[in-house]
């Protein structure tokens, strides 16, 4: 097996094993190296994505939802579920084989496309301009050589001090994935992307769930509008978001947590909860790679510094996704991976930060891309609004599921599309459109003017972008 590789990737999340396929789809001896390891010991690539993060999570979250209708929503449908029971262990032994699934899906991948995997942990031994020494501590140690090496080793849940992740009581996401019994009471402390999608998960299994948020508003990153929306929804249907929240002390007892905090108003309170979620934001992961013996820059929070096409202050050192700057996304890290291997080989990789959708999976989802209301007003950017509910939509009513809307902010000249947001049903797959349109630099009368099918959910889109003229049709 050849030991000299023109590519490296140290770090097969989505970020690593899509830059280095890309880097072997454009010719080059490519290797990753990844330590991710599965309950057997095995390789596990696919990084938190695949193994703690977005897919797992996205099992659950649909799982739960199945629960929850039956539970809840199919009597509407005149459906009647007679000894509904639920099977946890099963529900979390499906996830696990979602996962595997995605597992052996990249190491398919590699093999395919003449990637050479490396099963442990990637550090820089020595290197320069012409080359790189790079260790793989593993089952076997050996050392290999790279001429452009690139970093893309992830981030780790964020813990608060005083109250380190031990798994059974206090969880990062990790642990909020595996929960073998639903708690009776399960306090999230972070009302964030994970913690209203675990919250979520939780609660619809049947956990009476709280939310401590330190923040005084709502998704605060969030289009205003759409956030007090979901913030609306997510309340009724049970979730208890508690804003503007200090936490106090944090105490693991042997089969419960005390969480002492005080609320807006300055009351003091102790929370008793069976389990407790602490998704407060997640950290760059450099642990072990050795930065300071090759003198690879960090910036002041820890991420490694890169420039804007993801160059490190290394020659041929590049670095992408979770490690870098910007925000913590799969699709992002794809997105910039290939760019860079796309960058090695001289072309001229692009990612544009302006159009990178987010979705928050609950339900109904959240989902958005470009400038929020409160942005283009803080820019002192002139704009036109236009929204359209999902009730006014016959889709959406044909669903059962008509909560939500969709946005479109557009400038007040040109009629641009400067941001579009979705809470609703499927926001996931409605705003892809949106990004589509502003890539191209739609107006939002070119998206009130294409056909769309019906009855569909994204004839919302279409009558909320007729709705920036004042001429939507059914509303
Ligand atoms: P990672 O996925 O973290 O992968 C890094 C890999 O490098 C890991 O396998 C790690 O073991 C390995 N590694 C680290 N150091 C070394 C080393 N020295 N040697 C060898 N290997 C090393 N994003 C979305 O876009 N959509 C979602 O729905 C979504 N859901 C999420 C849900 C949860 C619960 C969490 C926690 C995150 C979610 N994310 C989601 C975020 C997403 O998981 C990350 O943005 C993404 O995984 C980042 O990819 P990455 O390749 O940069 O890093
Ligand atoms: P987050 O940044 O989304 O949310 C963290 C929340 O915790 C914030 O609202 C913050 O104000 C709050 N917080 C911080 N310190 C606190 C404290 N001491 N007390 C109380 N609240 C506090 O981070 P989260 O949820 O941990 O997720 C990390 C990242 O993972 C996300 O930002 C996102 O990039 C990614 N992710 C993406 C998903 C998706 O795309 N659907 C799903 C899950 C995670």
Not at 37 to 66: F, W
Not at 259 to 278: M, N, P, Q, R, S
Not at 293 to 300: C, P
């Amino acid at each position: 097996m050849s030991k000299n590789f023109d590519v490296v990737v140290i770090g097969g999340g989505p970020g690593g094993y899509v830059a280095a396929i890309r880097a072997a789809q454009l010719g080059f001896n490519t290797a990753c190296i990844d330590e991710w390891k599965n309950e057997k010991g095995g390789p596990a690539p696919g990084g938190t994505c695949t193994n703690v993060g977005c897919i797992p999570s996205k099992a659950l979250l649909q799982s739960s939802e199945h629960y929850e209708h039956a539970n809840h929503g199919f009597a509407e449908h005149g459906i009647e579920v007679k000894g509904l029971g639920l099977n946890l262990e099963k529900m979390l032994g499906r996830k696990n084989t979602v996962v595997k699934q995605n597992n052996d899906g990249i190491l398919y991948l590699f093999k395919k496309n003449k990637v050479t995997f490396f099963h442990g942990r990637g550090s820089f031994v020595k290197g320069d301009a012409n080359g790189y020494e790079i260790k793989v501590a593993g089952a076997a140690e050996e050392t290999i050589t790279a001429k452009h090496v690139i970093v893309a080793t992830g981030s780790n849940a964020r813990a608060l001090p005083g109250a380190e992740f031990d798994e059974k009581l206090i969880l990062s996401n990790t642990g909020a994935l595996a929960i073998s019994e639903v708690p009776k009471k399960l306090g999230v402390i972070g009302a964030g992307v994970i913690g209203l999608e675990m919250g979520s998960v939780w609660r619809r299994l049947g956990a009476e769930v709280t939310v401590l948020e330190a923040l005084p508003t709502f998704l605060g990153a969030v289009d205003e509008q759409i956030a007090k929306e979901a913030q609306k929804l997510l309340t009724k249907q049970g979730l208890a978001v508690n804003l503007g929240v200090k936490i106090g002390t944090i105490k693991a007892g042997k089969n419960s947590v005390s969480v002492e905090y005080t609320d807006a108003k300055g009351e003091a309170h102790t929370g008793e909860f069976d389990k407790l979620i602490i998704s407060i934001g997640r950290t760059p992961n450099t642990i072990g790679l050795n930065a300071e013996g090759v003198g690879l820059k960090l910036d002041e929070r820890g991420f490694i510094a890169v420039d804007g096409d993801c160059k490190t202050n290394l020659p041929n050192v590049w670095a992408v996704g979770d490690v870098v700057r910007g925000p913590m996304l799969a699709h992002k890290a794809e997105e910039e991976g290939v760019a860079v291997a796309e960058r090695i080989a001289g072309q001229h990789g692009h990612v544009n930060f302006n159009t990178i959708p987010w979705v928050i999976y609950t339900s109904p989802e959240i989902a958005w891309v470009g400038k929020t209301e409160q942005q283009l007003k803080a820019e002192g950017v002139q704009y036109k609004a236009g929204t359209f509910p999902f009730l006014a939509n016959g889709r959406a009513r044909a669903l059962g599921d008509t909560s939500g809307m969709v946005k479109f902010l557009a400038d007040a000249k040109t009629d641009e599309i400067l941001g579009v947001h979705i809470v609703g049903p499927m926001a996931s797959e409605l705003i892809s459109e949106a990004v589509v349109a502003m890539e191209f630099r739609a107006s939002s009368e070119d998206i009130a003017r294409i056909c769309h099918a019906h009855p569909s959910l994204s004839e919302a889109t279409k009558e909320a972008a007729l709705a920036v003229d004042k001429r939507a049709l059914n509303f």
